[in-house]
């Protein structure tokens, strides 16, 4: 039951990409705005890079009554992603044609809570399940992320093709709110021990010295921020390029989107049971 839970998570957490992204890019495109102005919606996605400088005071801040009634973790879960369904149902209402600043202060604040949502769905997972069940946990994750991004993707797509943009983002927001019913079906985890000592060496400093201990780190590093450098530059422009070629949308939602999100879903499957047989390679270096 908890690697379903982590299923479910990880469709919350992959659900807002696509908006302020490939989904975004094409509704910008189709209503007129210049591609120049639809590059320079790229940086919206800076949150996912930034989101360890806020990730210490998310784990250490308590919020009213959330924390006491559901606690530390689930309270942060449910506060977000309430604040997330409100800010896709806000970016589906504006038009891109006549205020094209509000959709952009819309997306950024929709990519700021995705990503502040991840924060805490990661420590939700890393926290609810044993050290054995970590592989599998991270490919449950994987797999309901890809989830997300199919739904935010090829289902947005759908709907904007047969219904409108506003219906598409509408029924985005409603699933954002739906998944806060897994968070309270899901017990909260136990808390680890309270950090002793200076605030930052604990929760900033010392763990990333204790990362660099370990062989490689470096490259390890310099693989994590450069391994999806080319979708960064050339995925937002992927969308308005297709229907610049005069491809419908469900179109481009069934080669673009259907396809490579089940060939992921069947990679980070392999991917878990092969953590799960082999170990991770972690707990050897």
Sequence with gaps: PRIIAIVFMGFASGLPLALTGATLAIWLKESAI???AIGLFAPVGISYNLKFLWAPAMDRVRLPFLTARF???????????FLLALAILALGASDPSTDLTRVAIC????AFLSASQDIVIDAYRVELLTKDEQGAGAAATQVGYRLGMLASGAG???????FSWSAAYGVMAVLMLASMIVILATREPNAPPAVRGPWLKNTVIAPFADFAKRRFWLLILIFVVL???????????????YIELGFEKSEIASITKVFGVVASIVGVSLGGIAASLLGLYVHAM
Excluded at 74 to 80: E, H, K
Excluded at 156 to 162: G, K
Excluded at 227 to 241: Q, R, T
């Design 34 to 36: 210049t591609l120049t």
């Design 107 to 110: 997306a950024l604040i929709v």
């Design 71 to 81: 606690g530390r973790r689930r309270g942060w879960a449910l506060f977000i992603q």
């Design 227 to 241: 391994y999806k450098f080319g979708d960064a530059l050339a995925g937002v422009m992927s969308g308005p390029f």
């Design 156 to 162: 947005a797509l759908y709907l904007a093709q047969y």
